[in-house]
């Protein structure tokens, strides 16, 4: 049994239903390597689910007026998030009792003080490169932390900076993501904002008569009021943000899920867990989404080509649901990517 603490993000809580992909990741994670039987140690956002036993990073206090006056001072969210991971690598750089940390946050202080810690750290580098994360890199060497990428093409991103990288799809859970009967509308899941993509999504599936069923958070309230809401009406319907059950259903249910994004998307956890349910992906071939999809699964269109998604959509449905089921089984399992987290905690232990 290993003892590991996983460093999550400190602006958002973990707790369904998540704010994104990082947040789920975690708790999959997390929940995996327990019943794995290690013992986990989770550091991450205040107001995270209570039966996850969150450790919440320190919360800036309220800072003087004399700080407040400097007009260089950062924006808030800035702050506060240099504080929690300040405080908890100090913290741990003083008392880390676990055999591993393995790092999730996006943030450049736990690569930048991973020197400090008496115990081996394991990054996983969610993003593409990043010039705060490159920064952190370039000044202390990959040497004082070990890299994962959640995917053969983000690891690609970053080879020229770290060139020895190890890839660790990640997983959903399967007995959570199960197999839906389809036949219903398209549908779209995912965080409201301009990189996702949605507003293309909603034009394609127009284009394609098909209808289309939208859920997710609006983290981006002004984005979803100009570009989002004047799309609304008739056969295109945002359902608002759901529970984990009930998007499972909704996404069970979809004869196809739409996946759109405008940047290379590092992974894209909205296609495994469309898979895990049966349900076939149209979307943009960008970022690891040609990775994840083969030609049984999904088809794919040029980035931001509405025309080509629309045709996408209507050849998908085609697409048989039991070969999505495989693939998810088959590539993208929480079982998977405990395997591959596990392993790589006992080679930083060896």
């Not at 809580?13 to 990741?25: C, K, T, V």
């Not at 930048?112 to 993003?127: D, E, F």
């Not at 009021?225 to 943000?241: F, Q």
Request: aromatic fraction near 6%; glycine fraction near 10%; charged fraction near 20%.
């Amino acid at each position: 049994m290993l003892s590991i603490g996983l460093v999550a993000s400190a602006r958002y809580p973990i707790r369904e239903p998540f704010a994104g992909g990082l947040e789920a990741h975690t708790w999959q994670l997390a929940t995996g390597l327990r019943k794995r039987g290690h013992e986990v140690t989770i550091f991450g956002g205040t107001g995270s689910d209570p039966a996850l036993g969150v450790k919440a990073m320190p919360v800036l206090p309220g800072l003087s007026a004399q700080a407040r006056l400097d007009v260089s001072m950062p924006a808030d969210y800035f702050m506060a998030e240099h504080h929690a991971y300040l405080g908890l690598m100090l913290d741990l750089a003083a008392a880390a009792d676990c055999d591993v940390v393995h790092n999730n946050s996006l943030h450049y202080l736990p690569i930048a003080m991973a020197p400090t810690l008496g115990t081996p750290m394991l990054t996983t580098l969610h993003t593409p490169p990043t010039p705060w994360l490159e920064s952190a890199i370039r000044l202390r060497s990959p040497g004082h932390t070990r890299f994962a990428a959640v995917s053969a093409h983000t690891a690609r991103q970053w080879s020229s900076l770290v060139p020895a990288v190890s890839v660790v799809h990640n997983g959903v859970d399967l007995d959570r993501w199960v197999p839906g009967p389809g036949g219903e509308p398209p549908v779209w899941f995912g965080r409201m904002v301009p990189e996702k993509g949605p507003e293309l999504a909603i034009e394609a599936a127009l284009a394609a008569g098909t209808g289309l069923r939208l859920a997710g958070p609006r983290p981006d309230a002004e984005y979803f009021r100009h570009r989002i809401e004047p799309l609304l009406g008739g056969e295109i319907e945002y359902l608002g943000h759901l529970t984990h059950l009930d998007l499972v259903r909704l996404v069970g249910s979809a004869s196809v899920a739409v996946v759109s994004p405008r940047w290379e998307e590092p992974y894209g956890l909205v296609v495994a867990e469309a898979l895990a349910c049966g349900t076939p992906v149209a979307g943009f071939a960008r970022g690891a989404l040609p990775e994840i999809l083969d030609e049984h699964t999904g088809v794919l269109a040029a980035p931001d080509d509405v025309t080509g998604l629309a045709t996408a959509l209507t050849r998908a449905v085609t697409l048989d649901r039991a070969a999505a089921r495989r693939r998810a089984e088959a590539t993208c399992s929480v079982d998977r990517m405990v395997d591959g987290y596990v392993r790589i905690y006992r080679e930083l232990r060896s």
